[in-house]
């Protein structure tokens, strides 16, 4: 079946790094996601990863994969105030994708 | 270039009535999906729409049903609404099987 997990809640300092996790069941995934979502708002993609991929970075984003343990990470390099949000782990198996949500990782930076 | 818009952004309708909800795509998108986003829960996937059919549906009654226009643009009708419809409703477009970009999402409260 298709299942995804997240922690809850993520308190960091401005400045700091933050890392979300993710785990999913779905070894079909073809693709996996991290969208975030500001209060009343809808989701921003932030990044993608191939689930033949192990890593990739894009600024002060960083993803890792590891496909054997079916674990998902983002890395939040220098983490500012306007990161406070609630971030979501997607993942995607082939054919038609319908995305699966986690139940997203709230972060909340303090300065 | 304009990116996924939803109208109305709020809707506040009683048990029992019906409404509808629209989507524009994303310019150069072909493909609408809908999920459904419960208070404090990730999406939910409810359907998708490709060449004006439904391609895939989610564990959703038939009391949601959808509809997609030649200009890719789409729309969620929900029947006989239930407390428990009250959620943020989610469109994303993408192409074909592509990337999925997430509209504001349109906020109903069913009392």
Redesign the interface.
């Known amino acids: 079946g298709e299942d995804v997990e997240q922690s809850l809640f993520l308190s960091v300092r401005e400045g700091d790094s933050s890392v979300i996790n993710c785990t999913y069941t779905d070894s079909s995934s073809t693709y996996l996601y991290w969208y975030k979502q500001e209060p009343g708002a809808g989701l921003q993609l932030l990044t993608y990863i191939f689930s033949n991929m192990d890593m990739k970075q894009d600024q002060r984003l960083t993803v890792l994969l590891n496909k054997k343990d079916k674990h998902l990470s983002l890395r939040i390099a220098d983490t500012q105030t306007g990161d406070s949000a609630i971030y979501f782990c997607a993942e995607t198996g082939t054919g038609f994708q319908k995305l699966v949500f986690g139940t997203g990782t709230r972060l909340l930076v303090s300065p | 270039d304009a990116g996924?818009t939803?109208s109305p952004t709020h809707l506040i309708k009683t048990r029992g009535q019906q409404v509808t909800l629209r989507c524009s795509p994303k310019s150069g998108h072909d493909t609408v999906?809908w999920?459904q986003q419960a208070l404090?829960?990730?999406?939910?996937?409810i359907f998708?729409y490709?060449e004006e059919e439904e391609?895939?549906r989610?564990n959703f009654p038939d009391r949601f049903s959808g509809h997609q226009f030649p200009n890719y643009s789409s729309e969620l009708n929900v029947n006989a609404l239930l407390l428990g419809d009250s959620a943020l409703y989610?469109c994303?477009s993408?192409s074909n099987?592509?990337?999925?970009?997430?509209?504001?999402?349109t906020?109903l409260t069913v009392l």
């Not at chain 2, 404090?40 to 996937?45: I, M, R, T, Y």
């Not at chain 2, 099987?97 to 509209?103: A, P, R, V």
């Open positions: 996924v939803q999906s999920y404090g829960q990730g999406p939910q996937f998708q490709y391609r895939q989610g989610l994303a993408s099987t592509d990337t999925q970009y997430f509209g504001p999402g906020r």
